[in-house]
């Protein structure tokens, strides 16, 4: 029984590695995230996330598309946010990790409220970002409309 549980924990690591996410899909599922979290899908939030990934990643219009697409599938089956937040905090630096913070702020803010469960959802990401609280409230400053 204990060498099937070896087996099984091996092919899944095995999985986990080939299936690396890359940092375009993990920025794009982190604000699917936010866009998820008060549980209203607006068109207005889709399309903020589909601007700020065609102008910071400078994707075009129909890779954006299939991008959101792919990031919606991924988090709906996904059981936390440590591999995207993971992913992010691979390929970037402090000030970078706080100008994402910003991003999801963006997202936040798009549908013209805010709602305590995006507010909640941004402060978990910023700790797995491990940016402190004045740079947290600096983003969120930066991004209020």
């Known amino acids: 029984m204990l060498n099937q549980l070896k087996k099984l924990f091996q092919s899944l690591q095995e999985t986990a590695s080939k299936e690396e996410l890359d940092f375009n899909t993990a920025l ?3 604000l699917v995230e936010v866009m998820r979290a008060d549980g209203k899908l607006q068109q207005s939030e889709f399309d ?5 990934l065609k102008t910071r990643c400078e994707l075009p219009q129909a890779q954006v598309t299939t991008l959101i697409d792919e990031a919606q599938q991924l ?4 059981v936390d946010m440590y591999s995207f937040a993971k992913q992010i905090n691979n390929h970037t630096n402090d000030v970078e990790r706080i100008e994402v913070i910003e991003l999801l702020w963006h ?5 013209g ?3 305590s469960h995006e507010d909640h959802i ?24």
């Open 28 to 30: 794009a599922a982190l």
């Open 48 to 52: 903020k996330i589909a601007e700020l």
């Open 75 to 78: 988090v709906e089956h996904a």
């Open 107 to 111: 997202v936040a803010y798009a549908d």
């Open 113 to 115: 409220e805010l709602d």
């Open 122 to 145: 941004i402060r978990k990401i910023a700790g797995l970002f491990y940016v402190a609280h004045a740079d947290f409230i600096a983003a969120k400053l930066r991004a209020k409309p």
